[in-house]
């Protein structure tokens, strides 16, 4: 047992994020889970330096039970490389572990989660947050920064703006790698997934001052 005061091993936390994720998958704090198939909960080591957290699994993600997998996700992950980050040294996370979907026909389609769904899945992110202890904490989009910074944070005028914030040594926040998949017409769409891109060699500089 440790001490009091000292910080847990690396085997500790990963311990405490196994039996997080584990309880996770039993959450019924909200009525989400009537509608997805599964709880996703985040992925990565419990050593990660930095943590993503996007707004909720999608259609994808939420059969797959892994985060960040469909078309978006494939995004992310391209540019994460591309801004030379280690994969093993990011943990990917939502702020809502189930998929908030409106059947269509065959499809189902993405709703944003409610002010309520996102505080009944408040704690699960708190316990990957205590546990992964990452020095770097990146939201993004609107969903993710309004969960970890408040209302004041606004993705389009503070993206690559580092906050104050007890959560992490580095808070930061940019777009959803969805928001690029949604630009109209192809121009527009290589310029933005260039700016995100560049928000995360931004990311990755301040990251490796701080080591």
């Given at each position: 047992?440790?001490?009091?005061?000292?910080?847990?091993?690396?085997?500790?936390?990963?311990?405490?994020?196994?039996?997080?994720?584990?309880?996770?998958?039993?959450?019924?704090?909200?009525?989400?889970?009537?509608?997805?198939?599964?709880?996703?909960?985040?992925?990565?080591?419990?050593?990660?330096?930095?943590?993503?957290?996007?707004?909720?699994?999608?259609?994808?993600?939420?059969?797959?039970?892994?985060?960040?997998?469909g078309p978006a996700g494939q995004l992310l992950r391209a540019a994460l490389e591309e801004a030379g980050f280690d994969p093993?040294?990011?943990y990917l996370t939502n702020a809502v572990k189930h998929f908030k979907l409106q059947p269509r026909g065959k499809r189902r389609?993405?709703?944003?989660?409610?002010?309520?769904?996102?505080?009944?899945?408040?704690?699960?992110?708190?316990?990957?947050?205590?546990?992964?202890?990452?020095?770097?904490?990146?939201?993004?989009?609107?969903?993710?920064?309004?969960?970890?910074?408040?209302?004041?944070?606004?993705?389009?005028?503070?993206?690559?703006?580092?906050?104050?914030?007890?959560?992490?040594?580095?808070?930061?926040?940019?777009?959803?790698?969805?928001?690029?998949?949604?630009?109209?017409?192809?121009?527009?769409?290589?310029?933005?997934?260039?700016?995100?891109?560049?928000?995360?060699?931004?990311?990755?500089?301040?990251?490796?001052?701080?080591?």
């Amino acid at each position: 047992m440790a001490k009091a005061g000292k910080p847990p091993s690396k085997a500790a936390r990963r311990k405490r994020l196994t039996q997080v994720r584990e309880d996770a998958a039993l959450c019924r704090r909200c009525d989400l889970w009537k509608r997805g198939t599964q709880t996703v909960f985040g992925e990565g080591a419990a050593t990660a330096r930095v943590m993503l957290v996007g707004e909720q699994p999608g259609d994808q993600e939420d059969l797959a039970g892994e985060p960040f997998v469909g078309p978006a996700g494939q995004l992310l992950r391209a540019a994460l490389e591309e801004a030379g980050f280690d994969p093993a040294d990011v943990y990917l996370t939502n702020a809502v572990k189930h998929f908030k979907l409106q059947p269509r026909g065959k499809r189902r389609i993405h709703e944003k989660p409610n002010r309520e769904e996102v505080l009944a899945c408040r704690m699960w992110l708190d316990g990957e947050i205590e546990n992964v202890r990452p020095a770097m904490i990146v939201a993004l989009g609107a969903t993710a920064a309004g969960t970890l910074l408040g209302s004041a944070a606004k993705v389009t005028r503070d993206r690559g703006k580092f906050f104050e914030s007890t959560l992490a040594p580095l808070v930061s926040l940019t777009v959803h790698p969805s928001s690029i998949l949604r630009t109209p017409d192809s121009a527009a769409r290589r310029a933005a997934r260039e700016e995100f891109v560049n928000d995360l060699k931004t990311f990755a500089r301040k990251l490796g001052r701080n080591r």
